[in-house]
DNA sequence: CCGCCGGGTGAAAGCGCTTACAGACATGCG
DNA sequence: CGCATGTCTGTAAGCGCTTTCACCCGGCGG
């Protein structure tokens, strides 16, 4: 990878211009002259040196994307959609997890510095280094946050759909609900989540934080909640991840589910599907999610749009076996 | 981004050499003007430009992984250790996917471009890239594949786990095998297995063509093989995705896992201890797998070392419900 | 009092490319 | 035949940084 436009030029007996012109197509060169260039790089093998190309056109061709952790398939999915368009519209990804990171401000801003623009998740990065960022005039859509001045906002529906499942939970007939979750202070997802379903529930569901949204915080505390008296009919967590810890807690303690007690969880991964019972869930389109969020920072980058957009995209309740025996059995 | 050095060397009434000398440490500065500098550097939120400082260092910091897909958790997690200690080395992770694309070639030339080394899955790239890439010098670490001139290589181990988990799926006292996996061909992690498997069961095992190492193709190939004639007792699969497809077969033709048939996995993946019945299968050290290749890699860019090497993870199998019934119950 | 040494600093040469600008050379027209 | 008009090509100025080299200057030993 050291070959250098000089030495085609060389080769090719002319001078570094015309060998950039051949190469990129921008101004004429002579038939004849192209091939020679062409034989020369051939020939040698050459690669225009990414950096050179970045440093004189003054733009990266990279994207970065801000996720905490990958360890949940939520965010590979996402990641998964965003970089297949990326990379079809010609550009790098360049990845970086905050998740046990101290530093996380100069890792953002070195990655700043690599990238055109940036997809950030929910509230990876705190607020004023957001402001920051914003006021240095990065490029920036967020996924799954609730709209910002001066970015892009992009995240999948959650009242509706936390309205219809709570509805659903409902028609089973059941009574008493929990909520499982993390801290509901914040402005995100999971907050929407709860407030849907408690619009539909009212009193007759409580809220239990979890701490995180992980398989263990989950296991942990349905286990308590389990254990308790004045055990809830059904929960509802606030993920998939939540409930399949629940559904664990439920086993170990010998309870059936949905018999004893209903679970629910939310954006249908992968092991929803195959959870002891399956898991009802609600499906986040989360592959879409990433390419639109692709396609929006390459607006923002292009110019092609200055106007910050905030879109929500659609959801919808997937019914399977943990929420309660149903007439005719639903297969997905 | 765009305050240079210059305007910092302006402001602090220095020139640009003792601005960089400063931030970065080289070289002797007074105690006063690194205050001034430091100052002005403050003032105009100054950050170097990581294009200037490559183009001058001669090197990117940053490092390519390169993978088939991230649909499954195998690719993410083992991408994820990766990009932990790559952070922490001060490296950015720039990733390609490979799944749909065309032009691959070009992809990872246009990566290697971009970057002071890679890792490379498997047989993602092909073999004469592969060889292309060696000669012209990019550094390289190959997880799970087998060993090759010029790069490292990294992987986990298949054989003496599958003959134990044979050996385990024979003390079940079962006598009529299969094994599901994708084409036996290439020198990949599911050969071994295979092979590991075959050598302990000899001919008491078939093998069956999946196709890919999805669910979808292992409950297509699982659903043919126990709706035939001669429906073996046990199907040990080439990766876990297989085996949820398997597990689902089984369900939607009433047979009861392990009772009717017993199935097993690889990787263990989250699915797996989620999975009705819980999965049996062999544990790899997913997230370690990546942590090893970025040092390794690292070894390799900083020339700390510059012969290849070739190491092997342990793996270990985890006995759950699927692969038949236990004496005590082992829960993981 | 002289010469040396070394800390502190700046000028300038890259690093590999793109592109504005200008020059060279044909060609076509009046 | 002269000139305008193109077409093609080369020169050189960046892009933002690092680093070598040379230089200046004060302090020290001889």
Redesign the interface.
Known sequence: ?DVTIYEVARRAGVSIATVSRTLRGTGPVAAKTREKVLKAVEEL?F??????V??AEGR?A?NGVVFP?????YY??V??GY??VA?ELGR??????T???TRVGD?I??????VDGMLIFGHTVPEPLVAELVR???RLVFVSRDPLPGADTLRSENTASARALAAHLADHGYERFAFLGAPLTSHDDVDERWRGVRSVLGGAIEAVDTGHYT?ECGHEAATKLLKGRDRPRAIVCSDDEVA?GA??AAEELGLDVPGDVAVTGWDDI??AR?????LTTVRQPMRELGARAARALDELITGVRDTPSHHTLATAPVIRASCGHHPQEVRT
């Open positions: 990878m093998n690669t225009p040196s990414r950096l050179g970045s440093l990266h990279a952790d990958l360890a949940g398939p590979a999915e990641l998964l970089e297949e990379s790098s990804v360049i990845i970086l997890s998740k046990g990171r890792l801003k070195d990655l700043a510095g690599r240095l005039g990065v398989v399949l559904l664990l992968m092991a195959h959870a002891r019972p399956a």
